[in-house]
């Protein structure tokens, strides 16, 4: 059964400075890989979409990995603002209309 | 931002009445789901729709019921609710099958 793990839940750094967060997953065996933020009292905003054939994506401050062979896909953020403060889920789609999302890393950017 | 709405945003109801919510998306995405978000559990997949009429369950479908007679919109149907349905419902849609997913704002439902 396919696990999906956010390490740490909760993160706390100073504006500006480079920031990394992990989602682990068990089974290589995916389709593709998404990243959101969540801001609180609101919906999921998608920020990147990773397919099972690509190695990373990139969007402005954002990039993310994906290493299928360690079950783990990072989300890079450069130069944090207080604005990146929210909730950070990954989600894996395993096929057909299955995608398992992990508990996210809630992030606070102390300005 | 996709066009995506969900109504009610917020609804209190009593256990063993029906309720209803509704998604609606204006992107012609041939795609829907419906979600509930819960403490210590995450994003659960409910129902989902592959088309007009086309719908199947998800991981956490019992106690739930769905139709969709239009492409635009998706609606979600609690039978008789129970305190265990009280959560956050996130309406999704997306254009491929294993495509981008876009949420809506979410509707708070409590059961009382």
């Known amino acids: 059964k396919q696990e999906v793990t956010q390490i740490p839940a909760a993160l706390s750094v100073p504006e500006g400075e480079n920031l990394v967060l992990n989602c682990s997953f068990t089974d290589s065996a995916i389709y593709n890989l998404q990243w959101f933020r969540q801001d609180p009292g609101k919906g999921l905003t998608s920020l990147l979409l990773i397919q099972s054939s690509q190695r990373e994506q990139t969007s402005g401050r954002l990039n993310a990995s994906l290493d299928k062979s360690s079950g783990r896909s990072t989300l890079y953020i450069a130069a944090s603002q207080p604005g990146d403060s929210a909730t950070y889920l990954c989600?894996?789609?395993?096929?057909?209309?299955?995608?398992?999302f992990g508990a996210g890393t809630r992030l606070f950017v102390k300005a | 931002d996709a066009g995506i709405t969900q109504s009610p945003r917020h609804k209190v109801t009593e256990t063993g009445t029906p309720v209803t919510l509704r998604c609606h998306q204006t992107?012609?995405?041939?795609?829907m789901y419906w979600y509930r978000q819960d403490p210590g559990h995450g994003l659960r997949l409910i129902h989902y729709?592959?088309?007009?009429?086309?719908?199947d369950k998800g991981e956490v479908s019992d106690g739930y019921s769905v139709s969709r007679s239009k492409t635009e919109d998706f609606l979600l149907t609690l039978e008789s609710a129970t305190s265990s349905q009280t959560s956050v419902y996130f309406c999704?849609?997306?254009?491929?099958?294993?495509?981008?997913?876009?949420f809506g704002p979410g509707t708070r439902l409590l059961v009382l």
């Open positions: 992107e012609n995405h041939r795609y």
């Open positions: 989600a894996l789609n395993t096929g057909g209309f299955k995608t398992i």
């Open positions: 999704a849609i997306s254009e491929g099958q294993e495509g981008t997913q876009y």
């Open positions: 729709s592959y088309g007009v009429k086309d719908t």
